[in-house]
T-cell receptor, first 113, second 115 residues
Framework: NAGVTQTPKFQVLKTGQSMTLQCAQD?????MYWYRQDPGMGLRLIYY???????DKGEVPNGYNVSRLNKREFSLRLESAAPSQTSVYFC????????????FGPGTRLTVL | AQSVTQLGSHVSVSEGALVLLRCNYS??????LFWYVQYPNQGLQLLLK??????LVKGINGFEAEFKKSETSFHLTKPSAHMSDAAEYFC?????????????FGEGTQLTVNP
């Protein structure tokens, strides 16, 4: 099992460019999450998908959109990147219950110039 | 609503010394609590979690944590630090199924282990 995979690992964008971050899990998990990590702020939830076919906003959704393409894949899109979106982005997945463990991908380091 | 406070953004210990990383939480529902570790340039890995039952929870790499409801705390300890423990540690609380089992994280504590 690869677990949770993310592509790309690194990306540099110019202000105003768009891009999609890809996430896939092979554990047959129901729920998937996108977080961003900034120094001194821990991880903050951007969007999540509690089950296939549903998505909900998290703590910091502005400037982002998501698509739960199928049970395996959950993508994060930046339509018009801004320097404030420079961050490390992590995708995570959860089997079903709140007592289960969230498994994290290796992250995507994004720089917006 | 849930929140987590980690006291001390940086903690430095000597190799062989006790490690104590502090975490206090606020939760409107019975809390499920987690400690994750992040090594440089990697994702997060679960150290241990408290869901129900025994309040002293043992995790990987010799770490343990005690859930104290009266103090709303879930501090992480390890009796003897090893150089390989140097990493960033995050405490998190789950919002439960009604909020999609989302996690709320603390700001993180960077642990340095000195030889």
């Amino acid at each position: 099992n690869a677990g949770v995979t993310q592509t790309p690992k690194f990306q540099v964008l110019k202000t105003g460019q768009s891009m999609t971050l890809q996430c896939a899990q092979d554990m047959n998990h129901n729920s998937m999450y996108w977080y961003r990590q900034d120094p001194g702020m821990g991880l903050r939830l951007i969007y999540y998908s509690a089950s296939e076919g549903t998505t909900d906003k998290g703590e910091v959704p502005n400037g982002y959109n998501v698509s739960r393409l199928n049970k395996r894949e959950f993508s994060l899109r930046l339509e018009s990147a801004a320097p404030s979106q420079t961050s490390v982005y992590f995708c995570a997945s959860l089997r079903a219950m709140s007592t289960d463990t969230q498994y994290f991908g290796p992250g995507t380091r994004l720089t917006v110039l | 609503a849930q929140s987590v406070t980690q006291l001390g953004s940086h903690v430095s210990v000597s190799e062989g010394a006790l490690v104590l990383l502090r975490c206090n939480y606020s939760s409107s529902v019975p809390p499920y609590l987690f400690w994750y570790v992040q090594y440089p340039n990697q994702g997060l890995q679960l150290l241990l979690k408290y869901t129900t039952g025994a309040t002293l929870v043992k995790g990987i790499n010799g770490f343990e944590a005690e859930f104290k409801k009266s103090e709303t705390s879930f501090h992480l300890t390890k009796p003897s630090a090893h150089m390989s423990d140097a990493a960033e540690y995050f405490c998190a609380v789950s919002g439960g199924e009604t909020s999609g089992s989302r996690l709320t994280f603390g700001e993180g504590t960077q642990l340095t282990v000195n030889p």
